[in-house]
């Protein structure tokens, strides 16, 4: 009986974060990525959570897919991404991610993850900005979810089924729909994938172009910058992932999953994949619950179905969900735990650095700096 009664929820956070999703994914494509290579990344990232039990999953996530195609060339951009995924699994196969987190210390840690927290508050109301019909419902109908379901073990997968769906629903009775194409920027080829699902036919591989990667000036840059990127993201998306589902995260598999699944994707011209604050997290059976998400959502990529989704499924639908996540979730514990700590100066410092900077290690960094050195001058 508590099977079913877990099964419930269990598939309704799998649903609402693969809709989470499907807008990152289109904005993949709008910076030039490909999107059916991204398929295989997320089926390595299943496996990897299968095999060492990791409760964060793997998705596209906007702000590192913004940094990976900062610039136009396509080849120097998926360059970036695999040499980056190179230095994170060295780092990561010696337990460098982890040891990181520990020098960084509990004040540094909470304070960069409440600075996170208003970080996805604020895409929240620059959704609003973006389209406010959807936002507002999207928002009032996370709040309200939230707050009805305050008491339940399943509180994150409720607000963010319900907010989503309503979202989307009024979206779809207005009879609106999101130009894919329009939202591509100047200047970058928009690779449009085959709606072919029969992988069996010659036609379904020519989505599929090998790039050759090379080295540059840019393409190091480019990687040391999605390696920090990275670093700071595991650490917090993953350590808040792991707090909702009241269990920890090894960092370091975490950063080696998410690198290995960068391979396939990058090589053939597709999106970098990250840790993400899920709310698969909030389910019933966690890691399970985030391994079926990151299987299904890798065979609908394969499939060609993400561009017909997409067309339904406007991104400000999780603006109420980020809101709730960012504030209530993220920020709001965080920061009590900053205030009960030994050197809170440098947990605010790192929180407001990361607000700021919106780069998690930035804000780590400059608050282990305060930490250790800002009593020569005064500060603590």
């Known amino acids: 009986m508590e099977f079913l009664s877990n099964l419930g929820p269990f598939i309704l956070a799998v649903v609402a974060v693969i809709i989470n999703g499907v807008p990152q994914l289109l904005y993949a494509q709008a910076r030039g990525f490909a999107l059916k290579p991204a398929g295989f990344a997320y089926l390595i990232g299943g496996f990897g959570n299968l095999i060492t039990g990791s409760v964060t999953p793997i998705s596209a996530q906007a702000e590192t897919i913004t940094v990976a195609s900062v610039k136009k060339n396509l080849r120097d951009n998926v360059s970036s991404i695999l040499l980056a995924a190179v230095f994170m699994i060295i780092i990561s196969a010696f337990g460098g991610v982890t040891k990181i987190s520990e020098f960084a210390g509990v004040a540094v840690i909470s304070g960069m993850m409440s600075g996170v927290g208003l970080i996805l508050a604020g895409v929240s109301l620059d959704m609003f900005n973006q389209d406010k019909r959807t936002s507002l419902v999207s928002i009032v109908t996370a709040i309200a979810a939230y707050a009805v379901f305050y008491n339940s073990p399943n509180k994150v ?213 305060v930490r250790y050195f800002a009593q020569y001058v005064g500060l603590i």
Not at 310 to 327: D, N, R, W
């Open 157 to 369: 997968v409720w607000t963010i089924f319900i907010s989503v769906v309503a979202s989307t629903a009024d979206f779809a009775v207005a009879k609106r729909r999101v130009d894919i194409a329009a939202s591509v920027e100047e200047g970058r080829e928009y690779m449009r994938m085959s709606s072919e699902w029969r992988f069996w036919k010659k036609e379904y591989w020519k989505d599929f172009k090998l790039i050759k990667p090379r080295i540059n000036v840019n393409v190091i840059l480019g990687a040391l910058s999605l390696v920090m990127l990275n670093i700071g993201a595991n650490i917090s998306f993953g350590g808040i992932t792991a707090s909702i589902a009241g269990t920890s995260q090894n960092y370091d598999h975490l950063s080696i999953i998410n690198s290995l699944a960068d391979f396939p994707s990058a090589l053939f011209g597709g999106p970098p994949i990250e840790a993400i604050i899920s709310g698969t997290a909030g389910a019933p059976w966690p890691v399970a619950c985030g391994i079926v998400f990151m299987f299904t959502t890798g065979i609908l990529i394969l499939a060609g179905l993400i561009d017909r989704l997409g067309k339904y499924l406007p991104s400000q639908s999780i603006a109420g969900f980020l809101l709730v996540i960012g504030f209530a979730l993220t920020f709001a514990p965080n920061l009590s735990a900053v205030a009960g700590s030994e050197n809170p100066m440098s947990g605010y410092i790192a929180m407001g650095v990361t607000a700021w900077s919106k780069n998690p290690f930035i804000g780590m960094v400059v608050g282990i700096l």
